[in-house]
């Protein structure tokens, strides 16, 4: 899997806009870039993925630029119930199932009243 | 609710002792995974699992081993523990075989004190 680097941790008011960033310089022509949520004792949720461009569900909007180099996870209007870790994953996941998907140290969202 | 159950949620051993954790993916789930978290650390991937056989192997010790059965549950087993083994024990399962793309649900794990 592609190595990648996100900031340990964020602060933000509850109301705004977060967006996270993910360097994955690595990232290969069949990689998907997947957010996941974790609450502390808690597995990690699922959150978005995508390939290329936007993706937006009903949570998250998910950017990722042409060379795909790096991708933004976007949080709109966040609540106290956002405050988790948030780990990006970059992999292939063909067939067979994911190998060895090995998570990064996440970023640690503190969101603030 | 991901539909992936781990047992038991708590365990309380002594070192030295020998505990079996286990793992009933999401029904139809052929891949399983074994993550394992101590406080206020990151996930580390330990074993996978595809359809009964060995698919990936990350920083796990000797002192554990893994296996998943036919009827696809898996168990992790681990042997002669020590403090530092005390942590939280995740199994995940995913479809696989499903192309490019795809999503790991989580169980809420397992969480082993050694004392």
Not at chain 1, 9 to 30: F, K, L, P, R, W
Not at chain 1, 55 to 78: G, Q, Y
Not at chain 2, 36 to 53: K, M, R, T
Not at chain 2, 84 to 100: E, N, P, Q, R, V
Request: glycine residues 10%; proline residues 4%; contains cysteine.
């Amino acid at each position: 899997l592609a190595k990648t680097t996100q900031p340990i941790s964020m602060d933000s008011y509850e109301g705004q806009e977060v967006n996270i960033t993910c360097s994955h310089n690595n990232i290969a022509t069949n990689d998907y870039i997947t957010w996941y949520q974790q609450f502390p004792s808690q597995g990690p949720r699922f959150i978005i993925q995508g390939y290329k461009t936007k993706v937006t569900n009903e949570v998250a909007s998910l950017f990722i630029p042409a060379d795909r180099k790096s991708s933004t996870l976007s949080l709109p209007r966040v609540s106290l119930s956002d405050t988790a870790v948030y780990y990006c994953l970059v992999g292939d996941f063909s067939p067979g199932g994911y190998q060895k998907v090995t998570f990064g140290t996440g970023t640690k969202l503190q969101v603030i009243p | 609710d991901s539909g992936v159950t781990q047992t038991p949620k708590h365990l309380i051993t002594a070192t030295g002792q020998r505990v079996t954790l286990r793992c009933s993916p999401r029904s139809g789930d052929l891949s399983v995974y074994w993550y394992q978290q101590s406080l206020d650390q990151g996930l580390q991937f330990l074993i996978q699992y595809y359809n009964g056989e060995e698919r990936a192997k990350g920083n796990i010790l000797e002192r554990f081993s893994a296996q998943q059965f036919p009827d696809l549950h898996s168990e992790l087993n681990l042997s002669s523990l020590e403090l530092g083994d005390s942590a939280l024990y995740f199994c995940a399962s995913s479809a696989g075989g499903t192309g490019a793309g795809g999503e790991l649900f989580f169980g809420e794990g397992s969480r082993l004190t050694v004392l």
